[in-house]
């Protein structure tokens, strides 16, 4: 990673703890992304006192050594800041957190983050309702690889995602272990299968091959079954699907429609997460292959506009399609990704039909650095 790159969200920590009286600052994201290294850079730039601690760093973490951090923090005053990392690897760390918390709220400033997003995002939804705001860190975007790396549009559909294996990229074989073990195996291994109950790991193992090989596609879940080597039901793969979500691994979009059960009963488009994970199931060539590589780079414009705040969907009516939908507040926008494959340009007219106020946006290739730099006031400005 670049040392002197700054991630956005470390700008975002600042403001929320510098506020009075501040909530808990929990981070939540995938690994590899950055995460311990902007925490770093935040409390560098700090003017209270901080103690930082990581579970990783001792060999037996339990309650004691936790209420140990949160005595050493009060030491430096009211208003210091305490960051633990790799907070679940602390056995009932939420309850232990939410009773130093209501103790004494508000004297410390508290920020928690850790790899394994499963188990954090389940620990602060449980447990410490009222007390904390989520801060999700998501994969970099194509306009943090450019300014950290020098990436290109190539480079990006490629590569894009963790900033960990860019030393690797001249090495394919390197690139795709770094991948495979790092990261796609860790989460899997150690994040999924050690806080959830799968019955079958393979299975489990060989349905993220299988849906990451469908980028930006609508895939209904009877085909995904019938692809696995074993018998299931749709609800498994319903299941697979959203463990593999509250992973960061991958976004299952929903149909949009006005009626929510109409949208939650669709075949989902699914999306890897970054481009990164499309090409370990494709290999790294996929900008050689022009259907690859408009499927790459309409998982890229999907990929990033899932990080925005709102709600992001995909349309399909008979030979109609609208690739993603995105709602936020009381803004509806028909986004068309052109990418150079041959689609129809109807979709666009026929879903506007149904949804008169809906904006429409065109993204392509020439005009995706801007729209990465800043998603929503790429909208407001060529939306029509």
């Known amino acids: 990673m670049s040392v002197t790159f700054q991630r956005p969200f470390v700008a975002q920590l ?13 981070l939540a994201g995938p690994r590899q992304v950055g995460k311990t290294t902007g925490v770093r850079q935040f409390m560098a730039q700090c003017r209270y006192p901080q103690h930082y601690a990581s579970a990783d760093d001792v060999l037996v973490s339990d309650r004691s050594w936790l209420l140990e951090q949160w005595q050493q923090a009060l030491l430096l005053g009211d208003g210091a800041l305490l960051a633990v990392d790799e907070i679940q690897k602390v056995p009932n760390w939420p309850e232990t ?12 400033r508290v920020l928690l983050l850790g790899s394994s997003a499963l188990e954090i995002q389940a620990g602060v939804t449980e447990s410490l309702a009222g007390r904390f705001e989520l801060l999700r ?9 450019q300014a950290a790396f020098g990436y290109d549009l190539p480079r990006y559909l490629a590569f894009g995602g963790y900033p960990g294996a860019v030393a690797l990229e001249h090495d394919p074989d390197r690139w795709y272990a770094y991948m495979k073990d790092a990261i796609v195996e860790a989460v899997i291994g150690k994040d999924i299968l050690q806080a959830r109950k799968v019955a079958n790991p393979a299975l489990f193992r060989q349905a993220f091959q299988i849906l990451c090989a469908y980028p930006a596609q609508e895939i209904s879940y009877t085909k995904l079954l019938g692809q696995l080597q074993d018998k299931g039901n749709t609800d498994l793969v319903k299941h697979y699907i959203e463990l593999y979500g509250g992973a960061f691994l991958l976004h299952a ?3 949009y429609s006005p009626k929510a059960w109409l949208a939650r009963s669709s075949s989902p488009k699914m999306l890897p997460a970054c481009p990164a994970l499309y090409s370990m199931a494709a290999g790294i060539n996929v900008a050689q292959n022009a259907d690859q590589r408009g499927r790459a780079f309409e998982l890229a ?6 990080q925005q705040p709102g709600q992001v969907f995909y349309w399909r009516e008979r030979n109609d399609e609208v690739d993603f939908v995105y709602q936020y507040r009381d803004r509806l926008y028909a986004v068309e990704v052109k990418s150079g494959r041959k ?9 506007c039909l149904q949804a008169p106020q809906a904006l429409r946006v065109i993204v392509t290739p020439e005009n995706f650095a801007q729209f990465s ?3 929503r006031a790429f909208f407001q400005q060529v939306a029509v």
Request: glycine content about 6%.
């Open 253 to 255: 979009l929903q149909k």
């Open 301 to 306: 414009v999907g990929a990033e506009l899932v």
């Open 343 to 351: 689609k129809s340009a109807k979709g666009l007219e026929a879903f």
């Open 373 to 375: 730099s800043d998603p």
């Open 137 to 145: 860190v998501h994969h970099w975007t194509f306009a943090e690889l």
């Open 14 to 26: 600042a403001q929320r703890l510098d506020g009075p009286s501040p909530l808990m600052q929990v």
């Open 97 to 108: 957190i939410k009773a130093l918390w209501d103790a004494q709220p508000h004297r410390l």
